[in-house]
């Protein structure tokens, strides 16, 4: 286990590049969901210094509030209501530029602008999904996608 993170102090990619196998590194050798789901969380709000950073957890018809990093949060979200919801339903990864725009959007903080949410799959199902907040209007592009896509195509392979 990583005892420290280290961050680039460069561009985003790099940030990147470089959290992810640390990332994976906090998860290899614990079995436990909701500390590896922590540290990675911890983890990206540290090095992008996210507004929000979270995971939901499907259980039945609602994704449930998992861990997190920033102000609390929505406890409970309803299949394909809000961002999170929709991100579930359509089983695609959605960038909302301004979260305001977003119809149905759920504000579980006013100070939320721009986000962007992955689903995580086990065997091809959305079993949770990774929301990410920015107090920033289009503050996500296809880098966050890319590389937020590979973290959770690694966690719903290796941790769940």
Not at 145 to 158: F, K
Request: a negative charge; aromatic letters at 10%.
């Amino acid at each position: 286990m990583a005892e420290e993170l280290l961050i680039a102090q460069s561009s985003k990619k790099e940030k990147y590049t470089t959290l992810l196998p640390q990332a994976q590194a906090l998860c290899t050798g614990e079995p436990n969901l909701i500390a590896n789901l922590a540290n990675v969380a911890s983890a990206l709000k540290m090095t992008f210094d996210f507004f929000w950073v979270g995971f939901y957890l499907v259980e039945k018809e609602e994704l449930v509030l998992g861990p997190f990093q920033g102000p609390i949060a929505c406890t409970r979200i309803a299949y394909g209501k809000g961002v999170c919801g929709s991100s579930w339903k359509q089983n695609e990864t959605l960038v909302v530029p301004d979260v305001e725009a977003f119809p149905g959007h759920i504000a579980c903080s006013g100070e939320s602008k721009s986000e962007i949410v992955v689903p995580i799959r086990k065997n091809g199902q959305v079993i949770a999904i990774l929301d990410v907040d920015s107090n920033q209007l289009n503050d996500f592009d296809e880098i966050d996608a890319t590389y937020l896509n590979e973290l959770c195509g690694w966690l719903g392979t290796h941790c769940f």
